[in-house]
């Protein structure tokens, strides 16, 4: 019986750590993921900057101070979604620790 016991806690611990082992898969895929976003953030900001330097020069056509409302409003967005991804990153790595 005491072997058979054993065998169900070994069996036991082999599936907890398969269930450790994708949850360290997943974390990694999420980290891969944040990295891209942040990449294609930085790129996002970058052609912000440039397509305002280019209206500027330009003659005033539209209205700049709303050209100008809309791109901080869209950075301050992105900087948002990058925050949220943040905490939920911490959420994720803080959930596996514990």
Partial sequence: QNEKELQVVVKQQE???LQLIDKSGEVTRLKGEVSQLKRSLQRAETEA??????MRGQEPKVDATYVQERVLLRQ????????LLE???ENLLLSDKY
């Fill in 15 to 17: 599936e907890k750590m």
């Fill in 49 to 54: 900057k440039v397509l305002w330097e280019e």
């Fill in 76 to 83: 301050e967005v992105d900087k948002l979604r990058l925050l």
């Fill in 87 to 89: 905490k939920e990153d």
